[in-house]
């Protein structure tokens, strides 16, 4: 593959959704990088994927510290197509890392101290060969250590200008609150919360999207497909190239019930009224609070970043939809 060159027209299409109270926004659609760009990936078509997502309007590229297999190797795989392709583009994209799971061995490589979360840091930035990232997040919560020293270590890092905005992932409602708060008197307010949210896992719904309202805080929804099961992947039995057939995926075959596959199923009849793939579906339904700053998709092919982004044209769901939509995922046994 030679010399890449955007589309003049990247920004014509896209939506960008004010984070929370702050002065950024995101892409309503943004790429993680989760699965699909380790070691043990294609890298041309890892550089195809990042670059057609920067050619829709994408402008969020999300990482974490973890990300591979191996883990580190999607940082590097990814500092890669920076350097080659994006170069001269460093100032419209917006590259979150994270840090609060197990990477590397000893009492320093995990959870929330300020000794991890710096390391880590550095370790990410040099892996994309990067000066800052745009996000840092504490990646999940860690009862242990004293909050405090969680939220006083991701402030120094904005003040040393290895990050620019700061945000959590996983927290409860009652610790994003106490967390806005340590953070806010400091000077530094939390943009983003990432927690996991799609139709089939509805937790946000209770309380925290209240507090990120309350608060000011952005949100982005990680898995809104449910890692693919709420798409047409799995209706003729699990694909060689799909994510549950792969020795590495996070989803595993056991977790391809045929309760939930009859579910999606029956909310595809309503997606295909609406003249929408049941991803795009499944994507726009995310997208319907208005706290939702942006949905962050995995995708192992251009197609389906292409797909998501095609969830934008419709957005809009009569109440008639939503009700049907909640009395699938409420029905016990599926017809
Ligand atoms: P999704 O729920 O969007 O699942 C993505 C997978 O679904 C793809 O890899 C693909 O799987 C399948 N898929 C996507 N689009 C389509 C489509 N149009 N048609 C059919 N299948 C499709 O998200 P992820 O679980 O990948 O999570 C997204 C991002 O969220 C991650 O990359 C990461 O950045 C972040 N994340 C954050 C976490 C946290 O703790 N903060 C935890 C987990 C994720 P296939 O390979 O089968 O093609």
Redesign the pocket.
Known sequence: MGFYSPEIDRYDEMKYNRCGRSGLKLSAISL?????FGSVDSMSNARTMVQRAFDLGITHF???NN?GPSPGSAEENFGKILKKDFSSHRDELIIST?AGYFMWPGPYGDWGSRKYLIASLDQSLSRMGLEYVDIF?H??PDLETPLEETMYALDQIVRSGKALYVGV??YSPGLTAKAAKILRDLGTPCLIH?P?Y?MFNRWIEKDLLRVLKKEGIGCIA???????L????YFKGI?L????A?RH??LKVEEVTEEQLSKVRRLNEIAKQRNQ?M?QMALAWVLRHSEMTSV??????V??IE??VGALKNTKFSSEELKMIDDILDSKKSK
């Open positions: 993680g990088l989760w699965h699909n999300d990482l974490a990300y994270k997040y990646h999940r992932s996983n990432q996991k799609s990680f898995s809104p497909l449910a890692q693919g709420l798409t047409e992947r694909p190239d799909s994510r549950a792969k995926g996070f793939s991803a962050l998709v995995g995708a192992s092919h197609s389906q797909d998501a």
